[in-house]
């Protein structure tokens, strides 16, 4: 536990971060289409809004990144088991699906065209 001073909390914080994509972790891990983008700009179909971004703060509707922190902002969603040949397969059952207003880690980013894929741990 921190002593709730605002450099204790940062450094929890980054502990936290760099912990979660550890696989003793325990969470779920799924993948999911992200939208569409337009430069770094998610700009159709926003799934999700980044919320955290450790090296500076993200512009509105940024292209998620490795390691960035995303709240799902929209319904509920169903994760994928798989990203490969530029789509998602293997969908998850109802364990896994990503709670509506719930964050997740970012743990890979892949795009076909100008579809964005994320692999979240949550």
């Not at 450094?11 to 799924?30: C, D, H, M, S, V």
């Not at 500076?56 to 995303?70: F, T, Y």
């Amino acid at each position: 536990m921190h002593s709730g001073k605002p450099e204790a909390k940062d450094e929890y914080r980054a502990t936290a971060i760099a912990n979660i994509p550890l696989p003793e972790t325990e969470g779920k891990t799924g993948w999911l289409y992200c939208g569409r983008k337009n430069g770094d700009q998610i700009n159709q179909d926003q799934v999700s809004e980044v919320v955290y971004r450790k090296v500076s703060e993200p512009d509105r509707n940024p292209v998620p990144e490795k390691n960035d922190i995303v709240e799902n902002t929209k319904e509920s969603k169903f994760t994928y088991r798989n990203f490969a040949n530029g789509n998602t397969s293997g969908k998850n059952g109802e364990d896994k699906v990503w709670p509506k207003n719930s964050k997740a880690l970012v743990v890979d980013v892949k795009t076909s065209g100008t579809a964005v894929f994320i692999q979240i741990k949550f």
